[in-house]
Nanobody, 120 residues
Framework: QVQLVESGGGLVQAGGSLRLSCAAS????????MGWYRQAPGKQRELVAV???????NYADSVKGRFTISRDNAKNTVYLQMSSLKPEDTAVYYC??????????????WGQGTQVTVSS
């Protein structure tokens, strides 16, 4: 099995910054894409940012220029640096990883979620 453990959420004022971290552990042969999704109350889960094992990134339009995703392949860890936070960024943020568990099996895995609250 694969576990994703997130940290770094919390309460911050508008304009502030937070850094989320997510470490993957368990039966990992290779991790392909890692990233972050979020879900606000009453809304569907949406992509925030993802990064491939080669370092290619993709961001939601709403966070471009404010959020930066990065990863440490040696530590199986992905980070999300969030700056210029807005109240509309308030959501539960979920870590995501597409993991090759063996040469014959791969699957998507999710963290338990971490709350980010931005006050106005």
């Amino acid at each position: 099995q694969v576990q994703l453990v997130e940290s770094g959420g919390g309460l911050v004022q508008a304009g502030g910054s937070l850094r989320l971290s997510c470490a993957a552990s368990g039966s990992i042969f290779r991790i392909n894409t890692m990233g972050w999704y979020r879900q606000a109350p009453g809304k569907q889960r949406e992509l925030v940012a993802v990064v491939t094992s080669g370092g290619s990134t993709n961001y939601a339009d709403s966070v471009k220029g404010r959020f930066t995703i990065s990863r440490d392949n040696a530590k199986n860890t992905v980070y999300l640096q969030m700056s210029s936070l807005k109240p509309e960024d308030t959501a539960v943020y979920y870590c995501y990883a597409h993991v090759k568990v063996s040469t014959a099996y791969e699957s998507d895995y999710w963290g338990q979620g971490t709350q980010v609250t931005v006050s106005s």
